[in-house]
Structure formats: C-alpha cells, structure tokens
C-alpha cells in the first residue's frame, strides 16, 4: 500500500528503476545485437518498450496520483495499473506504425479509450472502498 509519510514518490524508486533499467537496457543490447529479420525481436522490443515507459513513468504517476488524490488514496497497485498503461500504449503505438496505420486521430482515440478504461476501474474501486 502506498504510505502518505514523507515521500511516498521514493517508494516506487526500486521498482522504477528495475523496470526502467531492465527495459532500456534491454532495448540498447537488442538495438546492437539483433537483426529484425524474425519475429522474436520484434515482440521482444514490444516488451522492453514496454517495460522502459513503464518504469520511467512511474515515479511521475505516483507524484500526480499525491499531487491530486482521490478519496480513497490510490494505492500501489493503482500507481503500478497506470504506468502499465503508458507502457501499453507505447507498444500498441509502435505495433501501429509497424503497419503503416498510425494516424494522430487513432492516437488520441487510443489514449481517450485507455483514460475511459482507467476512469472506470477506479470508480469501481472507489465504490466499494469502506474507511
């Protein structure tokens, strides 16, 4: 659970920093090392990517989510949701523009969906939150 003492921020610290260093590390040494000529390196750059945006986006989600809380307070596994989001959304961007569909109308629509997707969850989960 996320702790509203000194500086909540630092508590996703260990698990941004995994994430972030696994994923761009990983992106750097398939960037190197591989030739896109099979499937494998592809997913694996979906998943890296995703790993990368989600780990560098999450101490500034959990910053936003301190900054404009909510009743109850959104807790780790809500600060985790949201990154996974920008995560998610990174690699279905890319998987667009591998195909050549990618337009800026299907990005804000995409975004507009997974905002709509996460409004939704947490009002569920406020509904049912009991102090």
């Known amino acids: 659970m996320l702790s509203h003492s000194n500086n909540p921020v630092r508590a996703f610290l260990p698990a941004s920093l995994l994430l972030a260093v696994t994923?761009?590390?990983?992106?750097?040494?398939?960037?190197?090392?591989?030739?896109?000529?099979?499937w494998q390196p592809l997913w694996a750059f979906f998943f890296l990517g995703m790993l990368a945006i989600a780990?560098?986006?999450?101490?500034?989600?959990?910053?936003?989510?301190?900054?404009?809380?909510?009743?109850?307070?959104?807790?780790?596994?809500?600060?985790?949701?949201?990154?996974?989001?920008?995560?998610?959304?990174?690699?279905?961007?890319?998987?667009?523009?591998?195909?050549?569909?990618?337009?800026?109308?299907?990005?804000?629509?995409l975004a507009i969906g997974l905002v709509v997707i996460e409004i939704m969850l947490r009002m569920r989960e406020v509904s049912q939150w009991k102090p």
């Open 23 to 38: 994923g761009w590390g990983g992106l750097a040494l398939l960037v190197n090392f591989t030739r896109p000529v099979t």
């Open 55 to 109: 780990g560098s986006l999450m101490p500034v989600v959990a910053f936003l989510n301190l900054r404009f809380s909510t009743n109850p307070p959104a807790a780790g596994k809500v600060i985790v949701r949201q990154s996974l989001w920008f995560g998610l959304y990174f690699a279905i961007l890319a998987w667009l523009q591998i195909g050549r569909v990618l337009n800026t109308m299907l990005e804000i629509l």
